[in-house]
């Protein structure tokens, strides 16, 4: 069983930053186990999507409007991932989800709102 609670969200205007954080807790043998782990994002009225991934073996992915502005981090000591959002734009104003596959199973969290002002 794995918990995700992400921080973070907010109001910024376009140019701007935030940096979002997923802790995961429960009962599983640290981050270092989790086969994937990253975002995804849902705006209104649209899908899910993907917006950053990290693997188990370390390897990350990018969605390629995001490319260059975003940045997706772990850190095993303390189970967390972290997207760094730079040069945000209107586009990306979504609900933000962490996610993640452990023991063949997907986990997700609660979303933390980041709006983009232009």
């Known amino acids: 069983q794995v918990q995700l609670v992400e921080s973070g969200g907010g109001l910024v205007q376009a140019g701007g930053s935030l940096r979002l954080s997923c802790a995961a807790s429960?009962?599983?043998?640290?981050?270092?186990?989790?086969?994937?782990l990253g975002w995804y994002r849902q705006a209104p009225g649209k899908q899910r999507e993907l917006v950053a991934l990290?693997?188990?073996?370390?390897?990350?992915s990018l969605r390629d409007s995001v490319k260059g502005r975003f940045t997706i981090s772990r850190d095993n000591a303390k189970n967390t991932v972290s997207l760094q959002l730079d040069s945000l734009k209107p586009e990306d104003t979504a609900v933000y989800y962490c996610?993640?596959?452990?023991?063949?199973?997907?986990?997700w969290g609660q979303g933390t709102p980041v709006t983009v002002s232009s």
């Open positions: 996610y993640c596959v452990y023991g063949g199973r997907a986990y």
């Open positions: 990290i693997l188990d073996g370390g390897t990350t």
């Open positions: 429960g009962t599983f043998q640290g981050i270092l186990k989790i086969n994937a």
